[in-house]
């Protein structure tokens, strides 16, 4: 079956232009996360969306990242006015959840490679 | 707070050898959540294994196997008789209770030559 998917893969960026990165999860997960990886920082979560819920903005490094999900399933993050620090991995993952909590694994996507000039 | 180390950050062994990557965890709820995930010269992250904390039985799968062992906060994986197919970047994560984002350690690269 299909897994998650994302684009563009690759993205070239001149510093302070806006980027939106896409990310198309499993169909039927109803859970969707956005980690970032960089060389210096891991991989790190940026914005959680669960169902209807309003989604854990928690791990957005600044009010330059923004991300939503269109009727449960294809999610956009953007960020504006894009700085050097930006550049890294974007990965997109998406599970199924137990309405009474409990973990399943992620699946994560390709990922986009975002790269700031 | 809850927190992942993986202090080995590179391992280099010989295929064939054994290995062993190194998690260490940290958590003060009493139900938690840990994962294994393999992330190969490709990039894309494979799910490998989840364990829930009131299993404690280790698991194997091929050439694969897992030690939790709550009394010391690890979750250890080893790897029997490598292959140069092993060769990746290996992350331990924790599910955060608070929502369901994971967290990461640092990750250990393994190097398996020929």
């Known amino acids: 079956g299909a897994g998650v998917s994302q684009s563009p893969s690759n993205k070239v960026t001149e510093k302070g232009k806006d980027v939106e990165l896409r990310c198309d999860p499993i169909?039927?997960?109803?859970?969707l996360y956005w980690y970032r990886q960089s060389l210096g920082q891991g991989l790190e979560f940026l914005i959680y969306?669960?169902?209807?819920?309003?989604?854990?903005k928690s791990g957005l490094p600044s009010d330059r990242f923004s991300a939503e999900r269109t009727g449960g399933s294809v999610s956009t993050l953007t960020i504006q006015r894009t700085q050097q620090e930006d550049s890294a991995v974007y990965l997109c993952?998406?599970?199924?959840?137990?309405?009474?909590?409990?973990?399943?694994?992620?699946?994560f996507g390709p990922g986009t490679r975002l790269t700031v000039l | 707070a809850q927190k992942v180390t993986q202090a080995q950050t590179e391992i280099s062994v010989v295929e064939k050898e054994d290995v062993t990557l190194d998690c260490v965890y940290e958590?003060?709820?009493?139900?938690?959540?840990l994962f294994w995930y393999k992330q190969p010269p490709s990039g894309e992250l494979v799910f490998l294994i989840r364990?829930?904390?009131?299993?404690?039985q280790n698991e194997i799968s091929g050439r694969y196997s897992w030690n939790f062992q709550k009394s010391t906060s690890s979750f250890n994986f080893t790897i029997t008789a490598s292959q140069v197919v092993d060769s990746a970047v290996y992350f331990c994560?924790?599910?955060?209770?608070?929502?369901?984002?994971?967290?990461f350690g640092q990750g250990t690269e393994l190097s398996v030559k020929p």
């Open positions: 993952a998406s599970s199924l959840e137990y309405p009474s909590g409990g973990a399943i694994e992620q699946f």
């Open positions: 958590t003060r709820d009493t139900t938690y959540y």
């Open positions: 169909s039927g997960h109803t859970a």
């Open positions: 969306f669960q169902g209807n819920s309003a989604p854990d």
């Open positions: 364990r829930n904390s009131f299993d404690e």
């Open positions: 994560a924790l599910k955060d209770n608070q929502g369901g984002k994971l967290i």
